[in-house]
């Protein structure tokens, strides 16, 4: 896919692995429009840190699923221990 509908389902994409991402990490959600927010910049976030440890999320609807679920499960970790410190 290419263009404005590739970057429409990539957005969808994130924005869901993020909600579940929040669902799993129920204490450290964010609500639904946070947490899509977290999954959408947490896909690449996801990307890199699969490739770190060697697993390849590889391309298409579920690679990219588990990139932004990964990804936006680490970013509210993250965020959690930020809120936590003020």
Known sequence: MSGLIGLTV????GAAGGNIAGYLLKNKSLGAVWN???GILGGGLGY?????IGIG???GVIGS????LVGGALLLFIISLVR???
């Open 10 to 13: 990539g957005l969808a994409i």
């Open 57 to 59: 999320a590889g391309a």
């Open 84 to 86: 936590k410190k003020t």
């Open 48 to 52: 890199f840190t699969l490739g770190l």
């Open 36 to 38: 899509s927010v977290v």
């Open 65 to 68: 699923l588990v990139a932004s």
